[in-house]
């Protein structure tokens, strides 16, 4: 099929990616039955992730197929039209790979290699936010074990909950004295929340135990 007339974004790479509205003009002009359909494989409320596929048909017959993924807030777009993204990627793949609708033999197109450098980007951006973030608080930590300062060790602690990825790496910078010592609190830890959780169940039990006996009293002298 002939290319020459499609719409083509010229990247840093110099590669020239045919926009997916392109591809599907040029299949429309040249396939005046064709049809192109979709379907959505995955849609994962909890994690974010939608699958969706294409199929380009000409007379009925499917020529082409193309499969796109897309995360929910993996880029600016992304948190919005997260669908709308992976549908149009697997419609410009299935042309691509079943009607030849790539320029110079580039399969994906402009909108995939965009929304991939901006999600490269974000990755980026995200590790050097959290070797900052390590970086500060490894030191607060070392610190504060050096100190067996326990109310600044707890500040550090509460600050890994819900981030696992902070903690790990922060937990990765202590050296063999730290860690050992981080490992024998935390049993002491253990055994305090042991101890208080038996003097409670102590205290209950009494409490029942008293509550039976005025019980017993009471019905005695009644």
């Not at 020529?63 to 993924?69: E, L, N």
């Not at 500060?136 to 500040?155: G, K, P, R």
């Not at 024998?184 to 003097?199: I, Y």
């Amino acid at each position: 099929m002939d290319t020459s007339n499609m719409n083509t974004v010229t990247v840093q790479c110099g590669v020239d990616y045919a926009t997916v509205e392109s591809r599907v003009r040029a299949f429309c002009s040249e396939h005046q039955n064709g049809q192109i359909l979709t379907e959505l494989v995955k849609n994962d409320d909890e994690t974010g992730e939608v699958i969706f596929k294409a199929h380009a048909v000409v007379d009925g017959v499917i020529r082409g197929t193309g499969h796109a993924m897309e995360m929910r807030g993996s880029s600016n777009i992304n948190k919005t039209s997260h669908i709308e993204c992976a549908e149009t990627s697997a419609i410009g793949r299935a042309l691509a790979f079943g009607i030849g609708l790539m320029p110079l033999g580039a399969i994906a197109s402009y909108e995939e290699v965009e929304n991939a450098k901006l999600q490269q980007s974000k990755i980026a951006e995200h590790e050097l936010t959290l070797a900052s973030a390590v970086a500060y608080i490894s030191q607060a930590f070392q610190s504060a074990i050096e100190e067996e300062n326990e109310e600044a060790i707890l500040e550090v602690l509460n600050d890994f909950k819900s981030n696992t990825p902070l903690k790990t790496a922060v937990w990765k910078t202590l050296n063999v004295e730290q860690a050992e010592f981080m490992t024998e609190r935390a049993k002491v830890v253990a055994e305090a929340k042991k101890a208080k959780l038996a003097e409670k169940v102590a205290k209950n039990q009494a409490y029942a135990k008293e509550v039976v006996e005025k019980q017993k009293m009471k019905n005695l002298n009644g």
